[in-house]
Antibody, heavy 126, light 106 residues
Framework: QVTLRESGPALVKPTQSLTLTCVFS??????????VTWIRQPPGKALEWLAI???????YYNPTLKTRLTISKDTSKNQVVLTMTNMDPVDTATYYC??????????????????WGQGTLVTVSS | SYELTQPPSMSVSPGQTASISCSGD??????AYWYQQKSGQSPVLVIY???KRPSGIPERFIGSNSGNTATLTISGTQAMDEADYYC?????????FGGGTKLTVL
């Protein structure tokens, strides 16, 4: 059974940095094709992809947030950490991590996310 | 940046067919994915690689993708299908989600 759980502060102040940890079980981020991604969802709004780290430790970021994001993995601990700098009230959201799979197949790219963690709500306020 | 466009909302009567569209430039050249998010819950993958269903997803969920549009069709819609639905696509360096469609079953 694959499970993921996010943890981190529920409240951060504007300009501070946010560090979130995703602890997972049931798969290895050392296995070919495996990825872990972070996605956020402001209250009442749509999903927004943030970052991905893959089994080869390659990292990809949402271009609009790239300068503020850092993703890292610890394969031995089954953990992925996301750091976001210079937090603003508009960053208030539920942050999810999810297992992903990636493959390149005949010019098309397989990128699905399943399952997702329960999410952690982060509020940015002074 | 690449964008996926969905209708914000739609409604369907129980037992009828709901078709949710997702449009993007040359989306048919990529794989499309669909997620269901019920109120207060995390998203769940219901369609992957255009038209495949993960284990446990009912056969009434059907996906297609061609040209610039991917479509999620729910045949014989049930009250339990009321949720937000998001399409997603990805390439070798990133991922994009659609804006979501709120499906009301009434």
């Amino acid at each position: 059974q694959v499970t993921l759980r996010e943890s981190g502060p529920a409240l951060v102040k504007p300009t501070q940095s946010l560090t979130l940890t995703c602890v997972f079980s049931g798969f290895s981020l050392g296995t070919s094709g495996m990825t872990v991604t972070w996605i956020r969802q402001p209250p009442g709004k749509a999903l927004e992809w943030l970052a991905i780290v893959d089994w080869e430790d390659d990292k990809y970021y949402n271009p609009t947030l790239k300068t503020r994001l850092t993703i890292s993995k610890d394969t031995s601990k089954n953990q992925v950490v996301l750091t976001m700098t210079n937090m603003d009230p508009v960053d208030t959201a539920t942050y999810y991590c999810a297992r992903g799979f990636y493959a390149a197949v005949g010019g098309r790219f397989v990128r699905w996310f399943d399952p997702w963690g329960q999410g952690t709500l982060v509020t940015v306020s002074s | 940046s690449y964008e996926l466009t969905q209708p914000p909302s739609m409604s369907v009567s129980p037992g009828q067919t709901a078709s949710i569209s997702c449009s993007g430039d040359k989306l048919g050249d990529a794989y499309a994915y669909w997620y269901q998010q019920k109120s207060g819950q995390s998203p769940v993958l219901v369609i992957y690689e255009d038209n495949k269903r993960p284990s446990g997803i009912p056969e009434r969920f059907i996906g297609s993708n061609s040209g610039n549009t991917a479509t999620l069709t729910i045949s014989g819609t049930q009250a339990m299908d009321e949720a937000d639905y998001y399409c997603q696509a990805g390439d070798n360096i990133g991922v994009v989600f659609g804006g979501g469609t709120k499906l009301t079953v009434l």
